[in-house]
């Protein structure tokens, strides 16, 4: 296969012949064409938005020249458009954009090429970075899809770890697109010279990938174009809404259907973790557990407790949790290992291999071959970018956790600065549209005076009202942990009990909902 790549601009003076810029090739060659949009002057700090104007119509004249170049030859042609989209660098001028305006251009792009050349193939083609599936634009504009090892884009954006050549970055960037099941294609780079590349590195990444396919067969599904709307009708259910509530301040409330209890090694040992759950169930709610397999920050930490899970090393503890949460005449919503997406290293199971994860969270889950009936596995990413990439498999899962809090950015200080409720919910949730599961928000909170954090909730009630999908909501009730939070003094979430009223009226109903979008501006 032959790989150009042409660089197209945007014009209007479509006198202007437009050069393709391919040489003339022999009749059957496959050609990859890597197809690159860029603004007027090549700069990537113009203010053009080159996937908004493909949309509007800029490109369509280089689009029906290509295309009828194609359709007059005998190349079997593959077109690459905008790739690497999903890095956060700052190579191309596509990059750092809402998923959405890059997958609208890609299906408009693709949409065109379908009927103007219906023979050429169309290639998605992401660098192979997490967060790549948020950019998905449809099994139907897709025949191909792409990855790169050693990337120009990756050499910038260095938050993961596992680095983008070599085999473990192969295996992990084939891991990442496996769950569209299209054929992939593994370009390689500068960094990454094709007299670098080893066969065997493909061959044993297949054959790891391979051994998953079973599971991660039943979870395939096609991706939602647009979450469902809301219908008020009588047959609406509200979401369970509960709190994680220590001080206590919020738990005898009506409202309250259940609690959120974290629980860890010594917890489960010392059986501070047994009287907290009976107090729950002795008040009638229900319970979400989430189980920190770990002994806490001040203690020596197992940096491979994923694969010490596996070999068996705390069946004593697992046996010890599903004893006491089995058969209680409550809901448990089992919550492992959590936030394990995140590139940190607050807990020894984030930063770790996704397989690696995956087969610990199928371990815990299917421990009890038979598992209680009023147990209910909740696996709990926090909704970061590249989520998707530790899915454990529809067999395992009965609800999808995410987490939302109002500050985008750990160093962010100021309570106006938080994103609505809203906004990120939109951003979380859509990561999740390959799997479909109920979304259970185990944790969400924001930081602020009363009136600002009524106005947030406000519009956290509306967004739920209008998500079906959202099972259940939980507040976090309580200044989050100082050691997560370095120097800043970690954020308060608490709120008043007659917010957390306010709020539980307006989600179920008995308080007339605010206009969608809340002006947050209006709180000081």
């Known amino acids: 296969m032959h790989h150009y790549a042409v660089r197209w601009h945007p014009t209007t ?53 290509l295309c009828a170049r194609i359709a007059a030859q005998q190349n ?53 970075y997490p967060g790549d599936l948020e950019f998905w634009p449809g099994s139907d504009v897709v025949d191909m899809v792409s990855i790169t090892l050693g990337s120009a884009s990756e050499a910038q954006a260095q938050a993961y770890p596992g680095g983008s050549t070599g085999p473990a970055a192969l295996l992990r960037k084939l891991h990442r697109v496996a769950i569209v099941e299209k054929p992939v294609l593994i370009l390689g ?45 009588q047959g609406w259910t509200p979401p369970v809404l509960g709190v994680f509530d220590p001080n206590r301040r919020l738990v005898d409330q009506p409202a309250v259907q259940v609690e959120h209890l974290f629980a860890k090694w010594h917890t489960l040992r010392n059986g501070e973790f047994k009287r907290e759950f009976q107090a729950v169930i002795s008040r009638h709610h229900d319970v979400i557990v989430t189980m920190e397999p ?6 020596p930490m197992d940096k491979d407790v994923l694969a010490n899970t596996l070999r068996g090393r705390y069946d004593t503890q697992l046996k010890a949790m599903y004893a006491l949460i ?32 995956i087969k610990a969270y199928r371990y815990v889950a299917q421990f009890n071959q038979e598992r209680a009936p009023n147990i209910r596995m909740v696996w709990g990413p926090a909704g970061d970018r590249g989520s998707l990439d530790f899915w454990p498999g529809d067999d395992v899962v009965d609800y999808i956790s995410i987490a939302i809090y109002g500050l985008p950015d750990k160093n962010i200080t100021d309570h106006k600065q938080q994103e609505t409720f809203r906004d990120i919910f939109l951003r979380k949730t859509r990561r999740m549209a390959f799997v479909h599961k109920p979304i259970f ?19 956290a009630a509306q967004t739920l009202r209008e998500h079906p999908e959202v099972a259940g909501a939980n507040y976090f009730n309580l200044q989050d942990s100082p050691k997560a939070w370095g120097e800043i003094e ?28 809340s002006n947050l501006a209006k709180a000081n």
């Open 189 to 233: 780079s500068p960094a990454v010279p094709q007299q670098s590349f080893r066969q065997e590195w493909g061959l044993a990444a297949a054959k790891e990938i391979r051994a998953h396919q079973q599971w991660m067969a039943q979870s395939l599904r096609t991706i939602r174009k647009t979450l469902p709307a809301l219908s008020t009708s």
């Open 76 to 128: 079997t042609y593959y077109l690459r458009l905008n790739p690497e989209m999903e890095v956060p660098a700052k190579v191309y001028p596509w990059q750092n954009q809402a998923p959405k305006s890059f997958s609208n251009a890609y299906r408009y792009f693709a949409q065109r090429c379908r009927k103007l050349a219906p023979q050429a193939k169309l290639v998605w083609g992401p660098a192979g």
């Open 326 to 357: 089995s058969n209680v005449g409550q809901t448990v919503y089992l919550r492992w290992a959590h936030e394990m997406e995140i590139p940190i290293t607050r807990y020894p199971w984030q930063s770790q291999n996704p397989l690696t994860y």
């Open 441 to 459: 928000i185990t944790e969400f909170g924001v930081k602020g005076p009363d009136d600002f954090q009524q106005q947030w909730l406000k519009d």
């Open 294 to 299: 770990w002994d806490g920050p001040d203690q």
């Open 490 to 517: 970690a954020p308060d979430w608490s709120i008043t009990p007659a917010a957390f009223s306010q709020f539980a009226a307006l989600l179920h109903g008995s308080a007339p909902p605010p206009a969608a979008g």
């Open 13 to 65: 003076a479509y006198s202007i012949p437009i050069k393709t810029e391919l040489p003339a090739l022999p009749p059957k060659h496959s050609v990859l064409l890597t197809i690159e949009l860029w603004p007027e002057k090549d700069l990537l700090t113009a203010p053009n938005d080159v996937m908004q104007e493909l949309t509007q119509g800029a490109f369509d004249q280089h689009i029906e020249q």
